[in-house]
């Protein structure tokens, strides 16, 4: 059974850094793209990230280019958000999806729970 | 950036009756050298976390009922509820994966009338 298992949001102030996890188990973590997905309170879902395989791509939202870096260890099976600069936009509930291929262009066949950033004063 | 429609932005609908929602893409999401449109389906029910209905358009995910019922191509897409049952009550959404960024219709929120 596929199973993802995101840590580490929480409340920050604007301006400051936090760093996502997500742990994978049930499948080959290191035949297969990963992605993170947010939603704002009342909102509806935004692609944030994601990654290739092999770490060689990356792709980002114009809404947090250059603000996040997403990254994956497969030897650890893990895939993180470190995300700087954070702004009250940036509040949501952040998840962590499997992608269906090894591209950047795919779809999220699996998702897990989600861990909730929230960015206040 | 391709932007994704649906309509409409809710409806209610009986048990037993079917329940429509499509989805508009601002360019086409047909792939000509395979003839696959890159289009799924999600479904979002409250207070977890979403579930893949539909890949390609219309190529239903493993376990997924064979009431669901996804089709169009190019720019035009249907996600079909043949038989509303109570555990379908969910924010529906489409997503294409043509192109990157990925992105989302607003989505369509189904309820029991």
């Known amino acids: 059974e596929v199973q993802l298992v995101e840590s580490g949001g929480g409340l920050v102030r604007p301006g400051r850094s936090l760093r996502l996890s997500c742990v994978a188990s049930?499948?080959?973590?290191?035949?297969?793209?990963m992605h993170w997905v947010r939603q704002a309170p009342g909102k509806g879902l935004e692609w944030v990230s994601g990654?290739?395989?092999?770490?060689?791509?990356?792709g980002y939202a114009v809404s947090v280019r250059g603000r996040f870096t997403i990254s994956r260890d497969n030897a650890r099976n893990s895939l993180f958000l470190e995300m700087n600069n954070l702004k009250p936009e940036d509040t949501a509930l952040y998840y962590c999806?499997?992608?269906?291929?090894?591209?950047?262009?795919?779809?999220?066949?699996?998702w897990g729970q989600g861990t909730l950033v929230t960015v206040s004063s | 950036d391709v932007a994704m429609t649906q309509s409409p932005d809710s409806l209610a609908v009986s048990l037993g009756e079917r329940a429509t929602i499509n989805c508009k893409s601002s360019?086409?999401?047909?792939?000509?050298?395979?003839?696959?449109?890159?289009l799924a389906w999600y479904q979002h029910r409250p207070g977890q976390p979403p579930k893949l209905l539909i890949s390609?358009?219309?190529t239903r995910e493993s376990g997924v009922p064979d009431r669901f019922l996804g089709s169009g191509s190019g720019r035009d897409f249907t996600l079909t509820i043949s038989s509303l049952q109570a555990e379908d009550v969910a924010v529906y959404y489409c997503?294409?994966?043509?192109?990157?960024?990925?992105?989302f219709g607003q989505g369509t929120k189904v309820e029991i009338k």
């Open positions: 999806t499997k992608g269906a291929t090894v591209t950047v262009s795919d779809y999220f066949d699996h």
């Open positions: 049930g499948f080959t973590f290191d035949d297969y793209a």
């Open positions: 990654v290739t395989w092999n770490s060689a791509t990356t």
């Open positions: 360019q086409s999401l047909l792939w000509n050298s395979n003839n696959k449109s890159y």
């Open positions: 390609w358009a219309s």
């Open positions: 997503q294409q994966y043509y192109s990157v960024p990925r992105t």
